[in-house]
């Protein structure tokens, strides 16, 4: 029986959003976890997958910003699924921050109202980068990035270890 693959899928117009969805992929990987990236858009089935990271440019909810409406298209997988969410655009209203993505931006309020395990917005300004723009020219927080991968990998062993016993 093979392991349980985790699918990072994104949408992405200018490239920094996949950019983000490989750096996910490679921590997951090297943290032991079975994982594809794909876009958004290749995916009509999610049934051989356990976990979701969706990442895309910005979430706005008065558009399908995810992927052309992802999250409508699988509401029901993504309700009995681990799963959690990002975005490279703009971060928001408000200046709380809940783990560097502000308690009143919309990846957040998408990530609480899907139940998602969390959510994250990369590209805040004036952070150091080793490469990347968000969808603005803001930089990258990579560190920060595979940082959220490694927290992600975490829960999902902790999942799985659960799961087995």
Known sequence: MSAPTVLVVFATQSGSTAG??????????????????????????????AALVLGSGVYIRSRASDGGGFLARHADWVTNRPVWLFCSGPLGRGAAHDAGVPVDSAVMDV???????????????????????????????????????????????????????
């Open 20 to 49: 983000i969805a490989e750096a996910i992929t490679c921590e997951l990987r090297a943290a032991g976890h079975a994982v594809e990236c794909r876009p958004a858009s290749e995916i009509d089935d999610l049934a051989p997958y």
């Open 111 to 165: 990530a609480r109202a899907i139940g998602a395990r969390g959510a994250a917005a990369f590209g805040s300004p004036g952070v150091t980068s080793d490469g990347g723009a968000d969808v603005i020219g803001r930089p990258i927080d990579l560190p920060r990035v595979r940082s959220w991968a490694h927290e992600i990998a975490a829960e999902l062993a902790r999942t799985a270890l659960a799961a087995a016993s």
